[in-house]
Structures are given as structure tokens and as C-alpha cells.
């Protein structure tokens, strides 16, 4: 076997063990002080363990090494690249006041991220608004905080999506505070980094779980509420870029994501009927704690990530609100069925087989175009 240990290899298989055995520590030891201690020596040792996993992947420029080996810089946001100066984000609220007055709105996973952004612009336009999730706590601050900003009612109701009972719960007491939503929006989702040999069972499950029965048991138990009320309502589901293609290393969130959009585009063709519009949005890397926590965390892979985006940023939740509100609102009445991706571009510049020539220089460009040239006749 060739066992290949060069020095910086063999300083981050050190460092992991040595955060294991630290970690360890911090287990059997009951003493307060101590513990404390430990718990510090752990973070500052992941940090470095994080650090020196994100060198080898991406090596750093010699300026850079300094900072590298501060903890405080291991988790540093990857810079925008210089060409994102043409595409400021524009988090400003798009649809015109009013544009949700008198309309109620259901958002799962309206507590964090995302959810929390589109609830709180629904809100803003005069929606009355339900948000849903497992942690009541972190509802309910979300709740009390756009409320009190937007002077319209945002209600948090305790749910995991991948009960149906819960579920039917959830809707029973969303019919009492608002009656049934006239905009649902299903965002809730459940993800991880991980090689697909090291999946268990129960991981794989989980992840379809919450993302995939859990939108369904949502969308259908409301589907069959408006029906049995003769009441019209947009629905929309948050998927991602990867739906389409498929992706390593998160298989069952793509496999998931992949079966709610043929969920929504199948009951878009069905339901259209009873006045149910379905649309799906895929977004592109944003930067959310529950996201980047659970895909990036050490923080080795945004710089790449950004590389190959054509904007050269990441988007904004504010980014995702607007064009949600749109596909949402009474000026998207003719919009059923629809699959619109917001990626900066990022899903054509890793599907064209020729975009990485990008890194080729003007100097080479014309060297290569000599070539082409002499083959005139051949
Ligand atoms: C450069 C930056 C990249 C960022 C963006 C990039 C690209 C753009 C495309 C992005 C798409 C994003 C999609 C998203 O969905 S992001 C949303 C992320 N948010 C969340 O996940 C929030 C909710 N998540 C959770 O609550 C947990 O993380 C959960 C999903 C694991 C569920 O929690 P819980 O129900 O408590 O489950 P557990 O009991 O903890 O675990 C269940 C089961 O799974 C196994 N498991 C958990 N973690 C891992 C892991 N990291 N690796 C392997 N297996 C794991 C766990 O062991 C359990 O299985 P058992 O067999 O042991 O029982
Ligand atoms: N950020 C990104 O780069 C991208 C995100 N997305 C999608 O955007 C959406 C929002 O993600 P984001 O805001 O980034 O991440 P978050 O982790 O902040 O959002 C996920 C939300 O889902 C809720 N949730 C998780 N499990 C359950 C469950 N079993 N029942 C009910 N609610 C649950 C969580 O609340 P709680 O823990 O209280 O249950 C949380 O509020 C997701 O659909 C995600 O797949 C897509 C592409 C890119």
C-alpha cells in the first residue's frame, strides 16, 4: 500500500486525533473549571483541524498564512468575486404595499433562513402569517420580532412536517387562528454533507422525511382542505439546482427535492381545477446558518463554490423573498407548473462542458487560435 504522509498531512491527521482525545476529556471529566477549559481547547482545536483541512484542499497564498493559523479566521465568509460589483444584491421589498392585505400565508420553516425572510416580507406586503417547525422557541422569537415590525400578526404553531398527524394538528390550529392560507409556501427541509457509503437507514430517511413526505403531507392534507372549502391558493416549494441534476454527497436531499418537484409539477397539471397553483423555486448557495452549518463546515468549499458562479456572489434570502412574493401574489395568477431557478448562474456554468476555458488568458487565447488556424486545409 503507498501510504503518501507528506508533513501538512500528517499535522491535520495530528490535529484531529488530538481534538478526539481532547474531546474525550471534555466527556469524562466532571469537574466545572476543567471542563470549561476543555470546551475551549476543543473549539480552538477544530478551528485548526478546519483550518488546516481547508489549506490542503485550497492551498493559501504565503500573506494569507499568518491568518490561517488564527482561529478566529478559520470560519472567514470567502470573498465576492470582483465582476459581483455589476450585480448588487437588491434586498429591497419589490411588490407594492398592500400587495398581501387581507391574505393569510403558511410557511414552514418560517422561523430561520429563507422561511424567516419570505414570512417576514409577506408580513411586510399585509399578510397574516402561520410559520411552522419543530422548535416552538425559535418560532415564536421570529414571530414576536416581525410582528412587531410590520404591525401584522405572524402566528408560530409547533409542527414536524414529517407526522401527518402532527401535521393535520398544526392545520386544525392554524384553521382556528386564520382559517385556511391563501399562500403556502413548504420550505422546510432537512439536509447533510456525507458520503453516500456512510449513509445509515435512518439518515436517508430522515432526509426524505422531512423533505419529501413532509411537503407532501403538508401540500395534501391543505389540498384537500381547500377543495372540501372551494378556496384557491398558491403553493410553492423551495427545492434547489441540484434537483435537476442530482449531486454526490447529498443524495438523499437531491433524491427528495427531486420527488417534490414532480410533486408539484404533477399536482399543478391536477389540481388547477380546484384554482391550486403549484410553482417551485431552486435556489442557488445563500448564505444560511442551517445551510452552511450542515454543507460547509469548515468553510473549505465557498471559495470554489463562488468560482464557478457567473455573478461572482452568493445570492440573498431578501434575493429568494422577491421572487417568492411574485410567484405568490395576484400578479402571478398565469404562473402554475413553473420550475425558475436563482443561481447567479451557477447550474449552466457547471453543466457547459467548455466553461472552465474562462481561466484561459488573452496571451494563451491567441496561441490557441494560431493553432486552430493552421489547421486550415487539413
Ligand atoms: C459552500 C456552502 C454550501 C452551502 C450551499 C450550497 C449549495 C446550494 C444548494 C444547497 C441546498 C441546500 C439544501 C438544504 O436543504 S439546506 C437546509 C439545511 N437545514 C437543515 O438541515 C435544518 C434541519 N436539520 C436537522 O435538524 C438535522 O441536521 C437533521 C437533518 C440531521 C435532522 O435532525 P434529527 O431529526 O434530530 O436527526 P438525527 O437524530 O440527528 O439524525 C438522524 C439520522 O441521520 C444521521 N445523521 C445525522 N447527521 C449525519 C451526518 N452528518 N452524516 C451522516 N449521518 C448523519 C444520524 O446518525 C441518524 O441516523 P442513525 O442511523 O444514527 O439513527
Ligand atoms: N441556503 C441555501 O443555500 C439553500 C437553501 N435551499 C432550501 O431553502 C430552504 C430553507 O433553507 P435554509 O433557510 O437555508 O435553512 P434552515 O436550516 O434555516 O431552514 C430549514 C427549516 O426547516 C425547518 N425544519 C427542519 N426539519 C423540520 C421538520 N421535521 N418539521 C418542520 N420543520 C422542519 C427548520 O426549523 P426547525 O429546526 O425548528 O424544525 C428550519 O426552520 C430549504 O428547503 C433548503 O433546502 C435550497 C438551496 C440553497
Known amino acids: 500500500m503507498n501510504f503518501d504522509l507528506s508533513h501538512e498531512k500528517l499535522f491535520t491527521y495530528l490535529l484531529i486525533l488530538c481534538s478526539i482525545i481532547i474531546s474525550f476529556g471534555g466527556v469524562v471529566r466532571t469537574h466545572k473549571t476543567t471542563y470549561r477549559a476543555c470546551a475551549v481547547g476543543r473549539l480552538n482545536m477544530a478551528a485548526a483541524a478546519a483550518v488546516v483541512f481547508r489549506r490542503n484542499l485550497f492551498p493559501l497564498k504565503l500573506g494569507q498564512k499568518a491568518c490561517a493559523l488564527h482561529s478566529s479566521c478559520a470560519l472567514r465568509d470567502a470573498d465576492p468575486l470582483p465582476q459581483a460589483s455589476f450585480f448588487p444584491p437588491n434586498d429591497a421589498t419589490m411588490l407594492p404595499p398592500g400587495s398581501f392585505s387581507d391574505k393569510v400565508a403558511f410557511v414552514t420553516g418560517g422561523g430561520t433562513g429563507l422561511g424567516r425572510a419570505m414570512t417576514q416580507g409577506l408580513s411586510q406586503l399585509g399578510a397574516t402569517c402561520v410559520i411552522a417547525s419543530r422548535k416552538l422557541e425559535v418560532l415564536q422569537k421570529t414571530a414576536e420580532e416581525i410582528t412587531a415590525q410590520t404591525g401584522n400578526k405572524v402566528f ?65 392534507e391543505l389540498g384537500k382542505r381547500l377543495i372540501r372549502q372551494d378556496k384557491g391558493a398558491s403553493f410553492l416549494a423551495i427545492t434547489t439546482i441540484y434537483a435537476e441534476s442530482g449531486s454526490g454527497f447529498v443524495v438523499p436531499s437531491a433524491s427528495a427535492k427531486a420527488g417534490v418537484e414532480a410533486l408539484y409539477k404533477s399536482l399543478a397539471a391536477e389540481w388547477g381545477r380546484y384554482g391550486l397553483r403549484f410553482n417551485i423555486i431552486q435556489p442557488g448557495p445563500i448564505r444560511t446558518k442551517g445551510a452552511f452549518s450542515r454543507l460547509d463546515p469548515t468553510g473549505a468549499f465557498e471559495k470554489s463554490m463562488i468560482g464557478r458562479i457567473p455573478v461572482g456572489r452568493l445570492g440573498t434570502p431578501n434575493e429568494i423573498k422577491n421572487l417568492a412574493l411574485y410567484m405568490s401574489s395576484h400578479y402571478a395568477t398565469w404562473m402554475s407548473g413553473a420550475v425558475v431557478r436563482l443561481d447567479g448562474g451557477e447550474y449552466v456554468s457547471m453543466a457547459g462542458e467548455f466553461n472552465d476555458l474562462r481561466k484561459v488568458s488573452k496571451q494563451q487565447w491567441d496561441l490557441i487560435e494560431a493553432m486552430i488556424r493552421q489547421t486550415k486545409g487539413s
Not at 179 to 186: A, F, Y
Open 156 to 220: 408560530p404553531v409547533a409542527c414536524d412536517v414529517r407526522d401527518p398527524a402532527a401535521v393535520a394538528q398544526c392545520l386544525d390550529q392554524m384553521e382556528k387562528l386564520t382559517g385556511l392560507p391563501d399562500v403556502v409556501i413548504n420550505n422546510a427541509a432537512g439536509n447533510f454533507v456525507s458520503p453516500s457509503e456512510k449513509l445509515s437507514p435512518n439518515g436517508w430517511k430522515t432526509i426524505v422525511d422531512i423533505v419529501l413526505n413532509g411537503t407532501a403531507f403538508v401540500t395534501l
